[in-house]
């Protein structure tokens, strides 16, 4: 079976509070975007789970992702684990706040139902992905979705009207974990209105959605990735943009467009500044 695993990204992202468990509360709007890995599924008929990238440098065997939401789709149907080759063409960038590893364990949760007819509904499926990371619920269902909770907890929202999105993947990486430490000691310069988010995708209204896009881990980052992150934002409002922002932990960068020349113009000029820069459109 050949399935596509689709990036997300955050069209707001609020985090609450830091839950006792350890995790924080946060309540984000997600989007998906036509930036896909593209993954094969095959029976290979040893009994052994195996997983291959084009990567090399990304676990392989049962610390993938991927294979981990195969086992945890097997002990949710009582059945043991079987012998399935999984490989993976990665075009998502990796470590890049766009939840590649979380979208390509959903896809195969995705693919696996559907070659055993679908004994599991979408919901059943998101709570069997949420074992295997707080992203791959929405990675399940998709789309548009207002997310709360530690991300697991989902609303289904109207479409993001349908538009260009230019996606920049400046070349540094990010700590998640230490991005979440440094969350809770920053001070906050404002938050996102994701209720006029949500008013606004109700109204169809693109525009009024692209103003409120907003991620407070854009206060957390250091100085200079900080610098850098507001760099890539106003070349894309400079270039057309309706609105910018960082996705997930970051470091990447998007911005929404309703013209495609512009959109373009703007994937161009932004591939001089990073070479994982690319133009896509809303799923």
Not at 78 to 85: I, Y
Not at 100 to 121: C, E, H, I, K, Y
Not at 213 to 225: K, M, S
């Amino acid at each position: 079976m050949e399935v596509q695993a689709f990036a997300k990204l955050n069209l707001t992202l609020d985090v609450l509070r830091k839950r006792p468990d350890g995790y924080h509360d946060l309540r984000m709007i997600m989007q998906s975007i036509t930036l896909a890995d593209e993954l094969t599924l095959e029976e290979n008929g040893t009994g052994e789970l195996r997983v291959h990238s084009d990567l090399r440098f990304l676990p392989v065997g049962e610390k993938n992702l991927a294979a981990q939401a195969a086992l945890r789709y097997w002990q949710a149907r009582g059945l043991p684990p079987q012998g399935l080759d999984i490989a993976i063409r990665k075009r998502i960038p990796v470590c890049a706040g766009m939840g590649g590893g979380s979208s390509d364990a959903a896809a195969v949760l995705r693919a696996l139902n559907q070659r055993d007819g679908s004994p599991f509904s979408v919901e059943e499926l998101a709570r069997i992905g949420e074992q295997v990371g707080a992203d791959v619920p929405y990675c399940v269902l998709g789309g548009t979705a207002l997310a709360e909770g530690k991300g697991e907890v989902l609303t289904p929202l109207p479409a993001l009207p349908r538009c260009w999105v230019v996606v920049c993947k400046p070349e540094f990486a990010i700590s998640t974990p230490a991005l979440f430490a440094r969350i809770d000691s920053v001070r906050l310069r404002r938050r996102p209105d994701t209720r006029g988010a949500v008013e606004a995708l109700e109204a169809g209204d693109l525009v009024e959605t692209a103003r409120r896009l907003y991620n407070v881990f854009e206060d957390a980052l250091p100085e200079r990735q900080r610098d850098r992150v507001f760099a890539l934002k106003n070349l894309l409002i400079g270039g057309g943009a309706l609105g910018a922002s960082m996705s997930g932990t970051g470091p990447t960068v998007y911005g929404l467009f309703d013209r495609e020349d512009r959109a373009r113009e703007a994937c161009a000029r932004l591939s001089q500044e990073s070479r994982e820069t690319f133009l896509c459109r809303t799923v």
